[in-house]
């Protein structure tokens, strides 16, 4: 007997991709939000990146987990409603299912195919459970389907992705999954550790050069959904921990000067110039807390591993106490 499933598609139409991936490169300097990234074939290296060697965030944050599973289940609730935002491999999610023993589980991600094959093979593993699988860009104001009401409400949010957004923007999200939790819900979110610069960037220049090729595949997808003529030879990534700024920042520099095509519209590139794909904030446990309360979020538990490299924060949503 498999668990049901319920697939709603919001994903973002062609038109608005073009519009804002347009609007990225007409910048100085030019970017593109890094949740394009996650195209079948970028969700696929993404999960191969996961488990390189040098890559400590997937394995560090999934060994917190299973360290806690108890703790965090107390914190959360058994039998909750549990969203889940970018559902990805599904191997922390697991942890938590059965920790948690949720009624239901709502798995938000903008790769459609990546997210229903793993929302399939959930419902499949666990035929208690209800799969409510929504593709959607939770970057902005997202929708979510309707769900059962008298539900306690919990969110997971893995990977430290919550640095992949602007301070700013990270306070505006939060909140945003604070509203569809509702007063008291909670958020277990993962966080990345400032840490030893040599660490960060084995994490982004790997040896396999996986990460780069998974940055050069945003390209690829602009080519293929945008009408696009990238050459992706003319193009290297670049990965670096701008120590100022808190953050690590991927680009992919362009080899000389070009003109590239996206939806008919010319691109001009200087030798050098580079497009920014990526930032991966680093908080320190004290910053990110603050930077939740700022967010309507009272801080409940914080658990990391011994070496200091990753956290998993328990929040409540509170937005009256803040």
Aim: charged share 25%; hydrophobic share 40%; with cysteine.
């Amino acid at each position: 007997m498999n668990g049901s499933i319920h697939f709603y598609d919001y994903h973002p139409p062609v038109a608005d991709i073009k519009a804002e991936v347009l609007g990225g490169l007409s910048k100085r300097p030019k970017q593109i939000p890094p949740k394009y990234f996650y195209d079948q074939r970028g969700s696929q290296l993404f999960d191969a990146i996961t488990e390189l060697p040098e890559y400590y965030p997937t394995r560090t944050e999934l060994n917190i987990l299973e360290a806690n599973g108890e703790q965090i289940a107390e914190f959360l609730g058994d039998d909750c409603l549990l969203m889940e935002l970018g559902s990805g491999s599904s191997r922390k999610i697991r942890v938590l299912l059965d920790a948690l023993r949720p009624a239901a589980y709502v798995p938000l991600d903008i790769s459609r195919d990546h997210l229903l094959s793993s929302a399939k093979a959930l419902a499949k593993d666990y035929p208690h459970l209800d799969v409510h699988a929504a593709c959607t860009d939770y970057s902005t104001e997202f929708e979510l389907p309707e769900l059962p009401g008298q539900l306690r409400r919990a969110a997971f949010f893995p990977g430290s992705s919550i640095g992949n957004f602007e301070p700013a923007e990270a306070c505006a999200l939060m909140r945003r999954v604070g509203a569809h939790l509702g007063q008291d819900g909670r958020l277990l979110i993962g966080v990345d550790l400032k840490k030893d610069n040599a660490i960060l960037h084995a994490a982004y220049n790997d040896a396999q050069r996986l990460t780069a090729a998974f940055n050069l595949n945003l390209l690829q997808r602009i080519n293929r959904e945008l009408g696009g003529d990238f050459d992706l030879e003319r193009f290297e990534h670049r990965a670096f921990f701008n120590e100022q700024a808190g953050r690590v920042e991927m680009h992919l520099l362009s080899r000389g000067p070009q003109q590239v095509m996206v939806a008919g519209s010319p691109i001009a590139f200087a030798a050098g110039e580079s497009l920014h794909t990526e930032n991966s904030y680093k908080y320190d446990i004290a910053e990110f807390q603050a930077l939740a309360a700022s967010s309507g979020f009272v801080a409940e538990r914080v658990w990391t591993d011994d070496q200091q490299l990753f956290s998993v924060h328990c929040l409540r949503w509170a937005p009256r106490l803040n």
